[in-house]
């Protein structure tokens, strides 16, 4: 077991009032294994990433209770330089939009050497070599001019590639994709699913690969966990989750996802999402299902499990 | 016709870096189609196939740098804002990012009425407020939110005011430039019917602009993809995957995941 989280609980704090983002959480990804969590905005999937990367902001987000286990180890209250050896190294994190994240002044050379310099005590020249070696496996060409280039003359799916680079050269073992392609075209998008696959199956790595879009998880990810107000609803084998949905949300979700050939009216969910600062008694989905009974205004559910691996938390789950 | 374009051209100069050399894009490269009054048209391309360039230009927002926009039978493509104010009236562009393009410093009211209190003469406030209501409650929103702020909402009802905000004038065209992009699923499904709901109230002609070649097949009866400038296939709607010809709508398709069941 590469990571593994137990009864997590996150919080935030909000004109002095404080609520869960991420609820009793629990999660497991095995070793060269893709998990797909799949929620829509809002849902504290980012928060979850956040919590596993120490990257929450003082005094606004806090782990409240449980473990993260990276390898074993508990990576909840670490100390800084503890976590440094862990983040970064062992775990990188690609964001959505790798503009934000990269140094708007400083080559792209310099920032992955940088990287690598501090993690493999490696000396710059040495660094920039590992570089343009990475850059050139994740298909780009002319890598040795590029690392020369500022990240604003560089496209999106190659920022992105810079951002795997990182991964790479670290040689890390879980990588958490944070909608890493979602501000990329369909064709881009394809490549760099391409290239996190491969890494996968040549190189062992796990990858925890957050996402809103369903049916883009689905292409990949060997089990896929559906987040509704900070907890997880649904999970289980990508395949068995889809084919044979359980949890009404989760129901609702690929309904949604049915697009005919001629314009007529999109499946959609009664309702809105609460707000995690207000959730409401019992399920936090009764309002919007359909099944709902009094049980579900009163009790948040138990997770049931349906075969092998495949888990629902919802009162009415037909088996 | 409601809407003709000839050979239209835009060129952009992009300045160079540090290492490289500007160069002109030609964004627009001599496109020319005509649309039919209530036609649903989708426009579907990769980021800088300049789908968006070529909605800005029909809706006069960017000037051509050559070619002809023939309106309602009459070449507008000279004409100025001051003298045309009927043209702005009919057509109306909602935008991709809801969170960008409405005022955060206005209240709703004012956001969806601006247009009106613009455009008519002597419209007073009584009269204004009655509209903004109404088309409030067409849209879907809460009308007691009239004096809320942009921030108070979500994403999917931001942008359910700038739809709001473009059909309060009674256009005949409106160009929607991404505007589900950016939304969950369960929204987009929201405002994909709302669209539906208000071209048959409203028989409106919309110019569906998108990235999703999926989506777009569905609400439109004819889809243009769009490649560096050039307009490279027209698809009628139905079974585009039998259909495309083209190597790169192909490939597009190709490209898009479907969800994969046992």
Known sequence: ?319 | MLLEVKNLKKTFFIQGGSKSKGKEVHALDDVSFSIKKGETIGVVGESGSGKTTLGKVIAKLLPPESGKIIWKEKDITDISEKKNLSFRKEMQVIFQDPFSSLNPRWKVGSIIGEGLKNLTLNINKDSLEHEVLNVMKLVGLDQKMINSYPHEFSGGQRQRIAIARAILLKPEFIICDEIVSALDVSIRGLIINLLKDLKDKLSLTYFFISHDIKLTNMISDRIFIMKSGKIVEILENGDIERTACNPYTRSLLEAVPTLQKV
């Open chain 1, 1 to 319: 077991m590469l990571l593994q989280i137990n009864n997590l609980s996150v919080s935030f704090v909000k004109e002095d009032r404080e609520f869960n983002v991420v609820e009793n959480l629990n999660m497991e990804v095995n070793k060269s294994e893709i998990i797909g969590l799949v929620g829509e905005s809002g849902c504290g999937k980012t928060s979850l990433a956040f919590s596993i990367m120490s990257l929450l902001k003082k005094g606004e987000g806090k782990i409240r209770s449980g473990e993260i286990l990276f390898n074993g180890k508990n990576l909840v209250n670490l100390d800084e330089s503890a976590l440094s050896q862990i983040r970064g190294n062992k775990i990188s994190y690609i964001f959505q939009e790798p503009f934000l994240y990269l140094n708007p002044v400083m080559t792209i050379g310099r920032q992955l050497a940088e990287t690598l310099m501090l993690h493999k005590k490696y000396s710059y020249k040495q660094a920039l070599k590992v570089s343009i070696q990475m850059l050139q496996t994740l298909g780009i060409l002319d890598a040795e001019e590029k690392v020369n280039l500022y990240p604003f003359e560089l496209s999106g799916g190659q920022l992105q590639r810079v951002m795997i680079a990182m991964a790479l050269g670290c040689e890390s073992e879980l990588i958490i994709a944070d909608e890493p392609t979602t501000a990329l075209d369909v064709s881009t998008q394809k490549q760099i699913l391409d290239i996190l696959l491969s890494l996968k199956k040549e190189r062992g790595m796990s990858i925890l690969f957050i996402s809103h879009d369903l049916p883009l998880v689905s292409q990949f990810a060997d089990r896929i966990a559906i987040m509704y107000c900070g907890r997880i609803v649904e999970s289980g084998k990508t395949e068995t989750v889809l084919s044979y949905p359980k949890h009404p949300y989760t129901k609702a979700l690929l309904h949604s996802l049915e697009l005919k050939s001629t314009w007529e009216y999109i499946p959609t969910i009664k309702g809105e999402i609460p707000n995690l600062s207000n959730k409401p008694e019992g399920c936090y989905f009764n309002s919007r299902c359909d099944k709902a009974s009094e049980i579900c205004f009163k009790n948040y559910p138990d997770k049931v499990m349906i075969k092998d691996e495949h888990f629902a938390t919802c009162h009415h789950v037909d088996h």
